[in-house]
């Protein structure tokens, strides 16, 4: 679905705060709210917007303690990556985690409280995984830059 400019300053500010009321997005991006409304079921209807959520503070909820971890595995098989891949999305600590082309095969963003609970996390969660060969932990100094 081609995208003009009026869709995209829609999606924008959406993305700033997605519970802007209908109103208010229409004056934003100079409609009136009916075509505004229209446009935005549009982007539904059409997969590019696919949901709205809440931006949670993690560090207020207590998992302020945030590492990238990367893992190679030793098995390759679909029915193996399938159960690994759905185990991985079960972990609450687990916030984002990308199939990668090559090596590492996969990326995590974990957010735990602190330095025990990621041991934790990893020796009992992770590194007992059968088809895991490698796991490397990176520990965030500070986030640059986020799409939250």
């Given at each position: 679905m081609p995208l003009d400019s009026v869709d995209r300053e829609i999606l924008f500010h959406l993305?700033?705060?997605?519970?802007?009321?209908?109103?208010e997005l229409a004056k934003r991006v100079g409609l009136t709210p009916p075509p505004c409304l229209r446009r935005v079921k549009r982007l539904e209807d059409a997969g590019i917007i696919t949901g709205y959520r809440a931006r949670v503070d993690l560090a207020a909820t207590g998992r302020g303690f945030e590492v990238i971890v990367t893992a190679e595995i030793r098995v390759n098989d679909r029915e193996t990556v399938d159960e690994l891949e759905a185990l991985l999305r079960s972990y609450d600590e687990v916030v984002e985690c990308r199939r990668l082309f090559g090596r590492p095969d996969y990326l995590m963003r974990v957010r735990v409280e602190d330095a025990q609970a990621y041991e934790k996390f990893l020796v009992e969660k992770v590194m007992s995984l059968p088809p895991m060969a490698r796991v490397d932990s990176h520990l965030t100094m500070r986030e640059v830059k986020s799409e939250d």
């Open positions: 993305r700033q705060d997605g519970r802007l009321t209908n109103v």
